[in-house]
């Protein structure tokens, strides 16, 4: 489990998957970003009691690094997180306030 966060590593039949538990999610932003290459796969959605979510992924792997807007990061890094970002918001669709993000890079 990652610390102060509600996410756990889990097994289905085959892969390795992670399992969050928010208040908020788009899963729309969601499956936009993995139409485009920018996100893990989506295998499951809840609504739970008590205006709780619970997302299930796959795992993203350790070729997957933290970006922060506010850091200095790898090269190469900060360019496609923006055309996804500036994507998202063309489609009408919003990711969530904040300033770090998991992408695929060098690190």
């Given at each position: 489990?990652?610390?102060?966060?509600?996410?756990?590593?889990?097994?289905?039949?085959?892969?390795?998957?992670?399992?969050?538990?928010?208040?908020?999610?788009s899963?729309?932003?969601?499956?936009?970003?993995?139409?485009?290459?920018?996100?893990?796969?989506?295998?499951?959605?809840?609504?739970?009691?008590?205006g709780?979510?619970?997302?299930?992924?796959?795992?993203?792997?350790?070729?997957?690094?933290?970006?922060?807007?506010?850091?200095?990061?790898?090269?190469?890094?900060?360019?496609?997180?923006?055309?996804?970002?500036?994507?998202?918001?063309?489609?009408?669709?919003?990711?969530?306030?904040?300033?770090?993000?998991?992408?695929?890079?060098?690190?």
């Open positions: 489990m990652a610390p102060s966060k509600l996410l756990f590593d889990a097994q289905d039949a085959n892969d390795q998957v992670c399992v969050k538990f928010v208040r908020s999610y899963m729309g932003a969601h499956q936009w970003c993995g139409e485009m290459g920018f996100a893990p796969q989506l295998r499951g959605f809840e609504r739970l009691p008590g709780w979510f619970m997302v299930v992924m796959d795992k993203l792997g350790d070729e997957y690094k933290a970006f922060d807007f506010l850091q200095n990061n790898p090269p190469g890094m900060r360019e496609p997180l923006e055309k996804c970002l500036i994507g998202l918001h063309q489609a009408g669709l919003r990711a969530r306030r904040r300033t770090r993000y998991k992408c695929y890079g060098q690190g």
